[in-house]
């Protein structure tokens, strides 16, 4: 679990000379099964472990239900559940990270928060273009850092675009 | 002014403020100047203009007050012909108001209303044009009332300019008062000091001028001047809010006036009066600062006046007990009700200037307002002017408070334990926050009268627009709502009216050729039901086309497949679907498709819900429901498995527990419940909302009997948690709508609780029903 120490690092971000160019190129990465995924740092307002959800029937399945957070209420979205993965029982590293997207909060619950991490955009290559699966629609980019490879999601899709079949 | 102290800003906002509120509060008065024996709106509409242009002088607006200037001179001349006013002058008036209002909410921000000029100039010849049409038809038989139109604006024009020179000093007083603190929430003492040596001035003018006139009755230029001069005071004292003084100021301009226009005489017994009057101004600016004026004087002042008027008109002393009653400002809950006389000398009405503080009462209670009234400098106070972000704050605080009390006197940690004296204070406590929210919510409760003044006049240009006749009814506009629905619910309401003239009323031709009334008729309805507020918007027009929508739904893909067994309700419902029109042509009034899903989703952000009731040729009915509050309701808490649920405490009838027999199962799986000589259908929560219960078996849990509109039925769960005020919450717009569930609360263990929406559960359990 992600201890007030990281939460800290992410803070300190921002205290730097210039907030706008310290959030530039910077990722929050977390991993979901055997993967490292990644979304801008400047969308994320805090993270926490995982809570007490209080689903909510006729919703979306991939949102878990509901959090309360010192009185306010977050809606929780599973990443495992949206990507179409099994989902695993929550763990003490199973984090839920608070974003901001579209002026709502939403809390995004991962298998474990890894690091912030710089990738400049000269490291990240295009998303494959194959139309093998329609989660790829989600990714934005292949970021290398290293010898590794972080997947770098398109929040708003991930968590605002529709299926059609949806509307029914 | 464009460098202003903050002083002169809070005055300028609150002249803002309430010269909007006195444009909205009067605008659905417009309407009757069609009407024949319309004096008494047309003296109305004048008082907001003169009161304006009074203001706006003062404020050195003179954009504003030129305009209000030249409308003042437009209804002065109505006023004179009582006549009905043809549309097209009525237009006009309504573009003065448009015009005021813009103009006004300009000055809100930039504190003047300079950069409006050539506007003004546009606005000016419009009502110049008007005031031509007005007159010329008439012309003739008028001119021996009053004097032609260029002489009398040349005097009006001398009139201002004085009222101007004579607020000049004001004005500077007004820069020069560096700080504030005293008398009122802007009156500085400062401010008082300057006001009581203009206004002991004035007071010398006009008492000069009386005595020579008692001489020389026919000298009008010094009978204008003294009204002039008594204008003046009447205009200084009303913004002072001294509005005792105002009052008498104001029963002396109208005798001069009626003296101005050759309906008087001046004789000794007039001058005896005006003077005593002066003397009794006097005596109150003398008691003004060191005490509080004996408000005993003034009812004997009125009393005074009132005699010289019926003494000087033996003949028609018809003293008219007309109340009219001005919701002059809305946004206070407690208003301050000050004496005002109306009388009707014939032929020419007088004027009487309102200004925004003061209700009228009428003049038989003149005698109790010895003991009543509050001294003018309290007055004032009575009610205030608050931001509503203030309001909302504490409205947010208050709720958090409930929140954390029910948290702290529910506390786990109390459990099992035998605390008398806490429990005590806890309930205190609890009372007390009740209270508290209570008042809380009633500051911000308003009548919906001006939203549906508003829509008045929306109606009407609206068919205006479509060249239809329609008929406006409008009834219950004295319930009350949140402020802050009020206004979400505005939106909506335009749009339902808006389509219930474009797409309700059928075309003249078409009405008569149907036998219906050459007028179209729409209802405009608000009141209680249960704990929500019905807004219901009727019409008598074609109605909806059941067959044309289903159409229209299939071709924009919004449904599909078998369409006959879908209900009229469910098949109306689709007119708020996003891009959803039917109109062939788009007018711009409606027919763009934008407009209803509007209405329901802004319903829906209200907890509400748009019902939609149709005969096709016959018209159709809205009827928005909106709960009460917003914000918080009394709640049954219950729990099924792991989830616990809040029900609306109205919406619950009774709870019982099962016994054998009491239940049977019709083949296709529906079960009853018999209670008494009634049979509930049973509804499982734990079914329709697909969680795991403790039991499935009906007689270890608990039965709710819930009833929303007329229907009632047996609701199935674990058990009953308790009692418990909710403070409700979104569930947040990611989520958007549940079906079955209006929003979550807080419990008191921190725990999340889903607030059941009673009529769209029982909804959708009739359609699991049927699956």
């Known amino acids: ?168 | 002014m464009s460098q202003v102290d903050k002083e002169t800003r809070d005055m300028i906002m609150q002249f803002v403020s309430e010269a909007l509120d006195s444009l909205d509060t009067n605008e659905p008065i417009v309407e009757y100047l069609k009407e024949e024996d319309n004096t008494e709106h047309v003296n109305s509409i004048f008082r907001v203009f003169h009161t304006l242009k009074g203001l706006s002088g003062f404020f050195e607006m003179f954009v504003i007050n030129r305009v209000t200037h030249e409308a003042e001179t437009l209804l002065d001349i109505m006023r004179k012909q009582n006549k009905p006013q043809s549309e097209e002058i009525i237009s006009i008036i309504y573009s003065v108001f448009d015009f005021l209002r813009d103009l006004l909410s300009r000055v809100g921000e930039n504190l003047t209303d300079k950069d409006a000029k050539a506007e003004a100039e546009d606005m000016i010849l419009i009502i110049r044009d008007a005031i031509n049409k007005v007159q010329n038809p008439s012309l003739s038989e008028e001119d021996f009332f009053f004097p032609k139109e260029d002489e009398f604006a040349q005097q009006e024009n001398q009139m201002i300019d004085e009222y101007k020179s004579s607020e000049a000093n004001m004005e500077e007083m007004l820069a020069e008062s560096p700080s504030n603190e005293g008398l009122d929430s802007f009156v500085s003492n400062e401010l008082m000091d300057q006001y009581l040596s203009s206004a002991y001035e004035l007071l010398d003018t006009a008492e000069n001028n009386l005595l020579i006139l008692e001489n020389d009755p026919n000298n009008y230029d010094l009978i204008s001047n003294t009204f002039r001069v008594i204008h003046s005071l009447k205009g200084n004292s009303g913004f002072m809010g001294l509005s005792e003084i105002e009052e008498i100021a104001m029963e002396m301009e109208s005798i001069l006036d009626s003296v101005r226009n050759k309906e008087l005489q001046i004789d000794t017994t007039i001058v005896s009066v005006l003077l005593s009057n002066i003397e009794s101004i006097r005596n109150r600016l003398t008691a003004l600062s060191p005490e509080k004026p004996s408000t005993k004087a003034l009812s004997e002042t009125l009393a005074k006046v009132q005699d010289a008027e019926n003494a000087s008109k033996p003949t028609e002393i018809e003293q008219q007990e007309d109340e009219i009653s001005f919701e002059l400002d809305v946004q206070e809950e407690e208003k301050v009700d000050t004496p005002e006389i109306k009388q009707e000398i014939q032929p020419a009405e007088k004027i009487i200037t309102h200004t925004p503080s003061q209700k009228s009462v009428e003049p038989k209670k003149i005698e109790d307002l010895g003991q009543k009234t509050a001294p003018p400098a309290s007055m004032a106070k009575k009610d205030i002017r608050v931001e509503t972000s203030k309001i909302d704050k504490l409205f947010d605080l208050v709720g958090e408070l409930i929140t954390i009390e029910t948290m702290v006197t529910n506390s786990p940690d109390l459990q099992g334990l035998e605390l008398p004296n806490f429990m005590k204070s806890a309930n205190m406590l609890n009372k007390i926050t009740r209270e508290l929210q209570e008042v809380t919510m009633s500051v911000r409760m308003m009548p919906l009268e001006n939203l549906f003044n508003k829509m008045k006049r929306l109606v009407r240009d609206v068919s205006l627009k479509m060249n239809k006749k329609v008929n406006l009814e409008i009834s219950g506009q004295e319930t009350e709502m949140d402020k802050n629905v009020i206004d979400e619910v505005a939106d909506p309401l335009v749009h339902i009216l808006r389509n219930a003239i474009d797409h309700g009323i059928e075309p003249l031709e078409e009405r008569l050729k149907k036998g219906k009334p050459e007028y179209g008729t729409i209802s405009l309805k608000a009141r209680y039901e249960g704990n929500e507020i019905l807004i219901i918007v009727k019409d008598d027009g074609a109605g909806i086309n059941r067959e044309k929508i289903l159409k229209k739904a299939e071709e924009r893909g919004i449904i599909s497949g078998n369409t006959d067994k879908m209900t009229d309700k469910e098949v109306f419902q689709l007119i708020f679907e996003p891009g959803f029109s039917t109109a062939e042509k788009v007018t711009d009034i409606s027919g763009r498709g934008v407009g209803m899903d509007v209405v329901r989703k802004n319903i829906e952000k209200l907890h509400g819900s748009v019902d939609v009731e149709s005969k096709y040729g016959e018209g159709s009915t809205f009827t928005l429901r909106i709960p009460l509050t917003l914000a918080i309701m009394d709640a049954m808490l219950i729990r099924v498995g792991k989830s616990r649920y809040a029900l609306p405490l109205l919406a619950v009838t009774e709870s019982f527990r099962l016994s054998k027999g009491m239940i049977s199962k019709t083949m296709d799986g529906l079960e009853v419940c018999k209670l008494r000589d009634d049979v509930l259908p049973v509804l499982r929560l734990h079914e329709i909302f697909g969680i795991e219960p403790d039991s499935y078996d009906l007689e270890k849990g608990i039965m709710i009997i819930i009833e929303s509109k007329d229907k009632q039925v047996a609701l199935f769960a674990d058990e009953i948690v308790g009692q418990q005020q909710a403070v409700i919450k979104g569930l947040s717009d990611y989520i958007g709508k549940v079906q079955g569930i209006t929003g979550c609360m807080i419990l008191g263990d921190g725990g999340i609780g889903l607030i059941i929406d009673i009529e769209s559960l029982i909804e959708l359990s009739e359609k699991t029903v049927l699956v």
Not at chain 1, 7 to 25: C, K, M, R, S
């Open chain 1, 1 to 168: 679990m992600i201890q007030s120490d990281d939460l800290y690092e992410i803070d300190e971000l921002g205290t730097e000379e210039d907030f706008e160019n310290t959030l530039q190129d910077r990722y929050l990465t977390f991993r979901i099964g055997g993967e490292q995924y990644a979304f801008e740092i400047e969308y994320v307002t805090e993270i926490i472990g995982i809570q007490n959800i209080t689903p909510v029937p006729n919703i979306k399945p991939f949102i878990k239900g509901i959090i309360n957070l010192r009185g306010i209420i977050y809606p929780v979205v599973c990443v495992r559940k949206r990507f179409n993965l099994p989902e695993i029982p929550y763990n003490d590293r199973t984090c839920i990270i608070i974003v901001n997207v579209n002026q709502s909060g939403i809390g995004l619950i991962v298998d474990e928060v890894a690091e912030v991490l710089k990738i400049l955009p000269e490291s990240i290559s295009p998303p494959p273009q194959t139309n093998k699966g329609s989660h790829s629609k989600f990714i934005k980019g292949m970021g290398r850092v290293g010898d590794k490879i972080k997947i770098i999601l398109d929040i708003q899709k991930l968590l605002f675009e529709t299926e059609e079949h949806n509307y029914e």
